[in-house]
């Protein structure tokens, strides 16, 4: 049962392919901490980076008191630049859920340029859907990540091509 849904659209000035190899295939536990160095410190993948695999986050000390983001892959499509996660720790407003997955889509969009889509679905612990301020919080974390590896990628346009 789903309590809730967020959809958010990403316009990001960056190829395709170079935004799903940074932040989402298998090779983001080399490229992430790079590209989003001072907000992810390190990150882990136990498992091929396919379905079943676990992913934990480390996020920097300085952000507060979420230190660990911790997700299970349930789908990959790299030819179609889909993947599906299971958060099963960290975030602001975990605390009030029951599940949390999330779907992000990296579409082509012209010359240079993508669409980060990202869809979250959950399950408060109570059933009901989550405080607005809320899902705005749930969704920015995705947003923030996306817009922190469009910055560095613009501006190292070499790397990672």
Not at 36 to 65: F, H, I, Q, R, W
């Amino acid at each position: 049962m789903v309590s809730g849904s967020i959809s958010e659209e990403i316009a990001v000035a960056v190829p395709a392919e170079r935004m799903w190899k940074v932040a989402f295939a298998e090779t983001k536990s080399a490229l992430l901490p790079k590209a989003c160095a001072g907000y992810v410190d390190a990150v882990e993948v136990d498992g091929d980076g396919g379905p079943g695999s676990v992913t934990t986050m480390k996020l920097n000390p300085s952000l507060g008191e979420n230190k660990t983001l911790k997700s299970r892959v349930v789908a990959l499509d790299a030819a179609a630049r889909v993947v599906r996660t299971e958060v099963l720790q960290g975030g602001t407003v975990s605390a009030q859920l029951r599940t949390h997955f999330a779907e992000i889509r990296v579409e082509a969009a012209g010359e240079g340029a993508c669409v980060a889509k990202v869809k979250v679905d959950y399950e408060r612990l109570d059933g009901a859907p989550l405080a607005p301020e809320d899902e705005a919080r749930l969704a920015q974390g995705y947003v923030r990540l996306v817009r922190m590896v469009e910055a560095y990628l613009v501006a190292h346009p070499d790397e990672f091509a």
